[in-house]
């Protein structure tokens, strides 16, 4: 059985960088055909998909998120991760990890992938 794990600091401050992992367990990371992807919840709202990396390690990434966030792979670690740069108390959210077998930019339906994460509270807060 396949399993992503978000991992990282609960608690960030402002300006600061966010760093998360993604921990892929029950399977190595396939060399083909599959995307990883990043969507976050802030408290009160809906999901929010920020960006994807894929098999081949291109990346794609929400417009307006584009130049503060980065996606990378380690595929000898099983883990992909997310950093988010200049932190502000409007990216605090519940942070999830996701795979799927096609791209899809853009999709917070948690049926269009086929694994995802339980989640990692972010707080940025001084």
């Known amino acids: 059985q396949v399993q992503l794990q978000e991992s990282g600091p609960g608690l960030v401050k402002p300006s600061q960088t966010l760093s998360l992992t993604c921990t892929v367990s029950?399977?190595?990371?396939?060399?083909?055909?599959?995307?990883w992807s990043w969507i976050r919840q802030p408290p009160g709202k809906g999901l929010e998909w920020m960006g994807v990396?894929?098999?081949?390690?291109?990346?794609y990434y929400a417009p307006h998120l584009k130049s503060r966030t980065s996606i990378a792979r380690d595929t000898l670690k099983n883990q992909f991760t997310l950093q988010l740069v200049s932190v502000t108390p409007e990216d605090t959210a519940v942070y999830y990890c996701?795979?799927?077998?096609?791209?899809?930019?853009?999709?917070?339906?948690?049926?269009?992938?086929?694994?995802w994460g339980q989640g990692t509270q972010v707080t940025v807060s001084s």
């Open positions: 029950g399977a190595s990371i396939p060399p083909v055909n599959y995307y």
């Open positions: 990396i894929s098999y081949s390690g291109s990346t």
């Open positions: 996701a795979e799927s077998e096609t791209l899809i930019l853009g999709a917070t339906d948690r049926n269009l992938y086929k694994y």
